[in-house]
């Protein structure tokens, strides 16, 4: 079936350097992706999004890339914080916002 | 600005109790709501949607309800809570852009 999957479930950056968080869909047919980051205790909030016809999208100091060909979802995090510390997820939607499949996480660490 | 609101924020309840847990959204008007779980160092779980008042889609089979009495009211409901019941439980709305979440209730079984 359909699955929303991310390859390291803890990464461990030093402060200041870049983070890549990895993610797997296996759903050919997924059209929007997007990141959230969710705190210890919180809910998961909206980091950034990518539609399908795009490979790569920048934030503020986010940027996520999109690589259909292999099904690959990425988040880059630049100049690592420890706010930055959390937990992050992928999420996969087909055809609008009514379902989104999450993936199980990944937590960073961030070391001062 | 929309706002989504849970409570309780934590909950302590004993097997075989009921429960409920209450979630409201401001600043829109017909929203699609849903309720999530997460267990511990988990990911998130779908357990039911709406699209209106009185509409509910459930998508796992379970010992647990919803409904949704008022257009911004979504309810989560048990008649006996099972220990496997514990965990995070996230009420989230169809924004602009994607799902929002509200700040989740912990709910813990004994």
């Known amino acids: 079936g359909e699955s929303v999957g991310l390859h390291l479930p803890t990464l461990s950056v030093q402060e200041g350097d870049n983070s890549i968080i990895n993610c797997a869909y296996s759903?050919?047919?997924?059209?929007?992706f997007i990141w959230y980051k969710q705190e210890s205790g919180k809910g998961p909030q909206f980091i950034i999004d990518i539609r399908s016809n795009m490979d790569k999208r920048q934030g503020q100091r986010v940027t996520v890339l999109l690589n259909k060909t292999v099904k690959h979802l990425s988040l880059q995090i630049a100049a690592t914080q420890p706010g930055d510390s959390a937990v992050y997820f992928c999420a996969e939607t087909r055809g609008g916002y009514q379902k989104v499949t999450f993936g199980i996480g990944t937590k960073l660490q961030v070391i001062p | 600005s929309q706002t989504i609101h849970q409570w309780p924020a934590t909950l302590v309840q004993p097997v075989g109790s009921p429960l409920s847990l209450e979630c409201t959204v401001e600043g829109t008007s017909n929203p699609n709501l849903y309720w999530y779980r997460q267990a511990a160092g988990r990911g998130l779980q779908l357990l039911f949607y709406?699209?209106?008042?009185?509409?509910i889609s459930s998508e796992v089979p379970q010992n647990l309800s919803a409904s949704r009495p008022q257009d911004r009211q979504f309810i989560l409901s048990s008649k006996k809570l099972l220990l496997s019941d514990s965990g995070f439980y996230l009420c989230a709305w169809s924004g602009p852009k994607t799902q929002y979440f509200g700040p989740g209730t912990r709910l813990l079984v004994l």
């Open positions: 709406s699209v209106g008042i009185g509409q």
């Open positions: 759903n050919s047919a997924s059209d929007y």
